[in-house]
Nanobody, 116 residues
Framework: QVQLVESGGGLVQAGGSLRLSCAAS????????MGWYRQAPGKPRELVAT???????TYADSVKGRFTISRDNAKKTIYLQMSSLKPEDTAVYFC??????????WGQGTQVTVSS
């Protein structure tokens, strides 16, 4: 069983920065692809960034150059450093863990609100 707990969300002005954290429990963290997704009101959930167990990263075009995903396998934690935030980044941000044959898990989400 995997549990994911996000933290670090909040209210920030446009142009500001936030760092999200996602702490994982369970034994698959080291082999799982970890990711951040977000869902704005009335919109489908969308991928923000992922980091594989080998630390290969991908980003949505909308966040490239502004967001950085990182993982600390020793702490079983992933981070999302968000800079130059825009009002359109406002959403609930979810952490996801996925390992082939071992299932996909989601955190409960953390709200990020960017004011203009």
């Amino acid at each position: 069983q995997v549990q994911l707990v996000e933290s670090g969300g909040g209210l920030v002005q446009a142009g500001g920065s936030l760092r999200l954290s996602c702490a994982a429990s369970g034994r698959i963290f080291g082999i799982a692809t970890m990711g951040w997704y977000r869902q704005a009101p009335g919109k489908p959930r969308e991928l923000v960034a992922t980091a594989t167990s080998g630390n290969s990263t991908t980003y949505a075009d909308s966040v490239k150059g502004r967001f950085t995903i990182s993982r600390d396998n020793a702490k079983k934690t992933i981070y999302l450093q968000m800079s130059s935030l825009k009002p359109e980044d406002t959403a609930v941000y979810f952490c996801r863990s996925s390992a082939l044959g071992l299932g996909t898990y989601w955190g409960q989400g953390t709200q990020v609100t960017v004011s203009s």
